[in-house]
């Protein structure tokens, strides 16, 4: 029986035995199928959150990927380069003296003629041996290199890259015992960590001249050349102008 509130009327409603059973057997169902949607809900909202740590992590693992793939690139250029540079250090070759111009004696201004004189503009590798390029001219901030580094075995023959005066002779705590020649048309050239100069200042010297031997001096953790190419005071990359011996 349902009488509204504050009303006079009523109503009667009769249920059967079997309809409570089945009002029973939907509200059961009801609230399983709550249940079971309330559970899915859940499931799915965990699995999209998984799913978000996971799509994280792969993204993590692709940078990291990438990151090996990098440095395994350059491990095995370092291995290369290590591996040409022990083929190098143990044949140890020397250009052939037809190739040289051996310093006068005392460092003594030379006779220069235009048959024998070369070129007066840096043109002719600096060494005497091809060597190996370690270290490249770098324009960084922070970490500018201002010329090349061939590494060679201490004593070989320096040469004039090309020809003209030799303007500075010295010694320093970075570049050691270096020698800076000047050439025509503003160009100029320096020569660093050697072992022993040949020439003094205001000596001229001929292109392929012996003016050094590589060392290991100044700031140096093994023997080499420092190899510098300027032009009006603005350093050039050397290996657009030379190149080593074929």
Known sequence: MVVSAGGRTTRSYTLSRRRIRLLKAGAVLS???????SSSWVFLFMAWGENQELTARVFELEGENRRVQVLAEQVRDLEERYRRLIQYLEAGD????????????GGRPAPRSASS??????????????????QPRVERGGKDHSGVDIAVPTGTYVRASGSGVVAEVGED????????????????TLY??????????????????VIALSGSTGQST???????????????DPLTLVSPPS
């Open 117 to 134: 004189a070369g070129s007066d503009t840096p043109g002719s590798w600096p060494l005497a041996d091809e060597g190996f390029v370690t």
């Open 192 to 209: 660093a960590h050697a072992s022993v100069v040949f020439v003094t200042v205001g000596a001229t010297v001929r292109q392929n001249e």
């Open 94 to 105: 020397q250009t052939s003296a037809s190739q040289l111009w051996l310093p006068p004696p």
């Open 173 to 188: 705590s970075v570049y050691g015992n270096f020698v800076r020649l000047e050439h025509i048309d503003g160009y100029s």
């Open 31 to 37: 609230v399983i199928a709550v249940l079971v949607l």
């Open 222 to 236: 093994a023997p080499h050349l420092h190899f510098e190419v300027r032009l009006n005071g603005e350093t050039l």
